[in-house]
């Protein structure tokens, strides 16, 4: 069977185009040759393609560079398309890897909101034939797509004699024409069909297509791929919500917002016209069985889903009557707590699970579905419930005080595992919860499927250090660095999460298998994730660990600046006075006042200098934290040791530079925030000009290239794991390279006006948003819009006057008009999506809205010891039943021209 290829796409000199008939298969690639007009041509003899079919994809190749490959799955011809005996004739062109629409090929779309039923290919007609193929997924259940052309096979331009195409290859429609003899030019373009009028009921803009053929035999089979409808300027809008699923609210839930809740959540986002909800990470989370395990980033398994979550009902019933009445009761009684409370609702749970796991344990082992799912899971499903039964054996998830287990040793854990042992019940008990857990959270994401709701999950950008992931993979993760973020608005010292970073290199050198395996699970559940602090994958703030603050951190990677260098800016480098801390008297009695004695005493020696220097055992920031962790028990001097200890933290973080562990004493890493330090207001102006030279360089300018080219080798292994849409939180201090790169992958940016991202704003407009991004007025980790309101009064003007465009003084608090008024310029945004926190919606109604504002933040990302505990003050029932406000908020969303 002969193939030839025609695509249009214009190189530039030195490039050449060939295609790929195998996946990654470029030694035995097609050369193209070019022709005219920006056109390739090629052809190969191929074998019987009527089993498997043809898949092929086109690639750039240039000496001296990487291939270039066009964007998305190989090109894909159905076996029942071929036909022996003909000759095929490609007609495509290039897929662009940067471009808006490529977003709209993700499962979100092409398997949840654009999802149809898919029809059989139609009957080819005999003779020279043309199949027009339109790549295209974005259109409503109840249409299709049709053409109409020049040729009499195409109406000849008569729209009730619409040609309606096919969808069985969805998202490519095909339409197969005979052709004519003689003809050798047609023009024609698509449109909209109504299934249910039957008739074409749009045309799509821009001039009309034209297909040039030649002279086409009796044989030829012409295959002529578009790539996209011309809608204009009409971009697909949607808008959703974002609760964590702990803090949802229903009159069934057992004290905590359940996997089973997000379902009456999906019914009132399609009641008011919402598209999407955003949920935080629901990963299992259990390490000290205490209100600490809230925080719902420190999984202890990037696999295995969160037992909190699950629904007790939903898992089966007693036997003994009274107890399971007196566990509905005690669930009633947490669910009227105003707040989570954690630990009682983790140990009501937890002996529902046992109780019911010892009545089923005989049938749950043989049934096929648990068979099933442990099949398909047991790779991470085994080492978990191991992991989590040692946990409860010696008492703590650190797992380097487990004796003999401390580290990982696969005999080891098939030994205790096995089925014949006697420990066996306290190993399968957690493939019990486990398999409820996916059950449960499967039939949630079915739901909200069949009802068109995209499920967003969260991808957290750390994994906890005492979790079965670090142990079964300690080399896959630096365990001796912290991940945090650089001081900011919000965390004046930084953020230290505590996060062993991870080793890329490592991970590398298998094909990133552990972030492919971990993002093929979240796909059986999202449709969607957001990539929690997306610049970490450029370059991660890591924190040595010895140190406790972000602001003794650094980027990683990063080039330092070496002497030479530094000596070219006019700085002579004194390593003791810029590398160590920089101590003296006075400080010391601002940062202790009264105390500055005893604590000279204790914890610092005075130097021949005159300066001071930490002892020893007081040396680093991790010292310290060690000395009064114990001491801050005493709750009566809590305050004092607080203040003693973080004098001591700004002590030692008195430096301006951080040496190099790779350069043998030659390079080094500039502080962050160092013009704050008592060490660089000390510093004559000719060495404070130097630095500020050298500080802007490193910080703004040095890193970009490192950083795009790292990040591009990360992020495409990680995306390309799955078909999910991808959106990445991109807050912070944003390097120049990262818009770029989103951009070329396809990632959603977040756009929050409150974080802007260009320099000297105060604010920034939803209006100005670009096309590929999510807005939203606020995230989980800040204050809600009516909390933010009443923080300053006077930044509170300032965004009334400049962001809502009024005169005068703003009320003192954000009323229902002004929350109105901040929703609907989201959701005006040109962004493909604006979400929105369900605090900030019902902000917009007086009766719905809590009366304290304050009280509905999630989390203090400055405070580390953050319970996260918030549930919504409403039942979602009674969110369904308000009609006026939910019809005021479909009409928002539609007018807004959302989601259609």
């Not at 470029?26 to 089993?51: C, F, K, M, S």
Request: some cysteine.
């Amino acid at each position: 069977m002969k193939i030839k290829f025609r695509i249009n796409y214009h190189t530039r000199w030195g490039q050449n185009l060939y295609v790929s008939m195998k996946n990654g298969d470029t030694e035995n690639a097609v050369p193209l040759h070019y022709t005219e007009n920006g056109d390739w041509e090629g052809q190969t003899i191929v074998d019987d393609v009527r089993v498997g079919g043809l898949s092929y994809k086109y690639f750039i190749r240039e000496e001296g560079r990487e291939d270039v490959w066009e964007w998305g799955p190989c090109r894909r011809l159905r076996p029942e398309s071929l036909e022996n005996g003909r000759n095929f004739m490609l007609l495509d062109a290039w897929r662009p890897q940067r471009d808006d629409h490529n977003v709209l090929f993700s499962y979100a779309f092409t398997g949840n909101l654009f999802s149809r039923e898919k029809s059989s290919e139609s009957h080819r007609p005999p003779g020279a034939i043309c199949r027009l193929q339109l790549t295209e997924p974005r259109i409503e259940k109840d249409y299709a797509f049709c053409v109409v052309g020049s040729a009499e096979a195409l109406g000849s331009w008569n729209p009730e004699k619409a040609l309606q195409m096919n969808d069985a290859d969805y998202p490519v429609w095909s339409a197969d024409i005979v052709l004519e003899k003689g003809v050798c030019d047609i023009e024609y373009k698509y449109g909209i069909y109504d299934l249910k009028l039957k008739k074409l009921i749009a045309w799509e803009q821009g001039p009309n297509r034209v297909l040039t053929l030649g002279e086409p035999k009796n044989g030829d089979f012409f295959i002529k791929t578009d790539l996209k409808f011309d809608y204009g300027d009409q971009h697909w809008r949607g808008a959703g919500v974002a609760i964590p699923v702990f803090s949802l609210r229903t009159e069934d839930s057992y004290g905590i917002g359940e996997f089973h809740d997000l379902k009456k959540l999906v019914d009132w986002a399609v009641k008011t016209g919402m598209k999407l909800v955003q949920i935080l990470p629901v990963n299992d989370t259990v390490a000290e069985h205490t209100w600490k395990d809230s925080y719902p980033y420190s999984a202890i398994s990037v696999m295995a889903l969160h037992p909190v979550y699950l629904h007790l009902p939903a898992m089966g019933k007693l036997k003994d009557e009274a107890a399971m009445e007196a566990f509905a009761k005690e669930g009633k009684k947490l669910n009227a707590l105003p707040k989570v409370d954690y630990e009682a609702v983790m140990r009501l749970k937890s002996k529902f699970y046992k109780e019911l796991y010892d009545q089923e344990r005989d049938h749950f082992l043989e049934d096929k579905g648990f068979r099933k799912f442990f099949e398909g899971n047991k790779e991470w499903l085994v080492p978990y419930a191991a992991f989590s039964m040692l946990r409860d054996r010696f008492g703590t998830a650190d797992f380097t005080q487990w004796g003999e287990y401390a580290h990982y040793r696969q005999e080891q854990i098939d030994e205790l595992t096995d089925p014949a042992g006697a420990g066996y019940d306290d190993i399968a008990v957690h493939y019990f919860i486990q398999y409820h857990l996916h059950l449960q959270m499967k039939d949630v994401t079915e739901y909200a499927r069949k009802k068109g709701v995209v499920l967003k999950g969260d991808l957290p950008i750390g994994i906890y250090r005492k979790s079965v992931d670090a142990w079964m993979f300690p080399h896959l993760f630096h365990m001796d660095k912290q991940a945090g973020a650089p001081p900011d608005a919000y965390a004046v010292a930084g953020q230290n999460w505590g996060f062993p970073t991870y080793n890329w290199e490592e991970m590398a050198k298998d094909g990133y298998t552990w972030w492919r395996k971990r993002l093929t699970k979240m796909a059986e559940y999202f449709d969607a994730y957001r990539i929690d602090h997306i610049l970490g994958f450029f370059r991660i703030w890591e924190i040595p660990w010895e140190h406790v603050e972000g602001l003794m951190g650094r980027f990683s990677p990063a080039i330092p600046m070496f002497l030479y260098e530094m000596a070219g800016n006019g700085l002579h480098f004194d390593y003791d006075r810029f590398c160590k801390p920089y101590i003296k008297e006075y400080m010391l009695d601002e940062l202790f006042g009264h105390e500055k004695e005893a604590i000279i005493e204790q914890f610092l020696v005075r130097g021949d200098d005159g300066l001071f220097h930490l002892k020893e055992e007081y040396g680093t920031q991790r010292k310290v934290k060690e000395h009064f962790d114990a001491l801050l028990v005493q709750d009566d001097d809590r305050e004092r040791w607080l203040k003693i200890r973080q004098g001591l933290y700004t002590l030692i973080g008195n430096v301006l530079f951080f040496e190099d562990e790779e350069s043998n004493g030659q390079g080094f890493h500039p502080r962050i925030a160092l013009h704050y330090t008592y060490s660089f207001k000390e510093l004559d102006d000719a060495a404070k000009a130097a630095i500020d030279r050298i500080y802007i360089h490193y910080f703004y300018e040095r890193q970009e290239e490192l950083w795009r080219e790292k990040a591009m080798v990360k992020l495409p292994a990680i995306i390309n794991a799955s078909n999910m849409m991808v959106c990445g939180e991109d807050l912070g201090m944003v390097p120049d390279c990262v818009p770029g790169v989103m951009e070329e992958l396809n990632i959603l940016n977040l756009e929050i006006q409150r974080m802007p991202k260009k320099q000297g704003r105060e604010f920034d407009h939803p209006a100005e948003s670009k096309y590929l991004s999510v807005v939203s007025p606020s995230c989980h980790d800040m204050s809600t819009v009516r909390a933010w309101w009443e923080e300053d009064r006077e930044r509170t003007a300032r965004y009334f006057q400049t962001i809502l465009g009024h005169h005068g003084t703003p009320p003192e608090e954000c009323e229902p008009w002004v929350c109105r008024e901040i929703m609907l310029q989201h959701l005006y945004a040109p962004a493909m999506w604006a979400i929105f926190p369900i605090q900030d919606l019902v902000g917009m109604d007086e009766r719905l809205r809590y009366p304290i504002p304050e009280e509905e933040r999630i989390n203090d990302p400055a405070n580390s010891e953050q319970y996260w505990q918030y549930r919504f003050h409403m039942n979602i029932e009674q969110l369904l039943g308000e009609g006026d406000f939910n019809d005021m908020l479909l009409d928002m969303i539609r007018l807004s021209g959302r989601g259609d």
